[in-house]
């Protein structure tokens, strides 16, 4: 079965320092993967997603991931976080085949962005 | 343009009582999707429609829960006997149905059982 691991529950940065969020998958082969962001009280919006074209995906808000088959991760990242960067991410899986399109959900981590 | 909309936006209901979730995706999208966000459980995966058909029910907890969905747009998701453990956020996602698309997420109904 397919599945995504988000190692962090809580990451914590300053502003203006990079961001790195960690996410690992299972899969016997190339999934379709996702970053979604979840801001307090709203909707979850899509951040940026992988489906076997580039490895080196470049979201909204200056956010990016890299799929890496071999160490299987797709980690998110940004160069300098930003206050508004405060709200939880969550790594997301999209199993291919079958009779579903549905997503497979990490635990999700919490970005908090320091003064 | 307007995008997935979800109401109530809050209910309060009591154990026991049923009740009914509406969700509007944005219009032409074919696929809907309903999942669950609870803090024991994280995001789950609910029901999945593809026009007014439902060809993924597995997430569907039990059979309190049933969905569906007529003309190819509107969604209801009712829950019968509520219980405690149902207090969730309750999302409501579309897309164009085809393999490679985006799910587009509404705000979500937060539903309280007391």
């Known amino acids: 079965a397919q599945s995504v691991t988000q190692l962090d529950s809580h990451v914590s940065v300053s502003e203006g320092t990079p961001v790195l969020l960690r996410c690992n998958y299972s899969s016997s082969y190339s999934p379709s993967l996702f970053w979604y962001v979840q801001h307090p009280n709203k909707g979850l919006q899509l951040l940026l997603k992988?489906?076997?074209?580039?490895?080196l995906v470049k979201g909204i808000n200056g956010f990016e991931a890299e799929f890496k088959k071999s160490e299987t991760s797709f980690h998110l990242t940004k160069p300098s976080a930003h206050m508004s960067d405060a709200a939880e991410y969550f790594c997301?899986?999209?199993?291919?085949?079958?009779?579903?399109?549905?997503?497979?959900f990490g635990t999700g981590t919490l970005l908090a962005v320091q003064p | 343009g307007a995008g997935v909309s979800q109401s109530p936006s809050n209910k309060v209901t009591e154990k026991g009582k049923d009740v009914e979730l509406r969700c509007d995706p944005i219009?032409?999208?074919?696929?809907l999707y309903w999942y669950r966000q609870s803090l024991g459980q994280g995001l789950e995966f609910l029901i999945y429609f593809q026009g007014n058909s439902a060809p993924d029910k597995s997430g569907l907890p039990s059979d309190r829960f049933s969905a569906e969905r007529t003309g190819g747009s509107v969604s209801t998701l009712t829950i019968q006997r509520t219980q405690q453990e149902d207090s969730a956020v309750y999302l409501c996602?579309?897309?164009?149905?085809?393999?490679?698309?985006?799910?587009?997420f509404g705000p979500g109904t937060r539903l309280t059982v007391l």
């Open positions: 997301v899986v999209r199993p291919l085949g079958g009779a579903t399109n549905k997503l497979i």
């Open positions: 996602a579309s897309s164009t149905g085809t393999s490679s698309d985006t799910q587009y």
């Open positions: 992988y489906t076997s074209a580039a490895t």
């Open positions: 219009s032409g999208h074919t696929a």
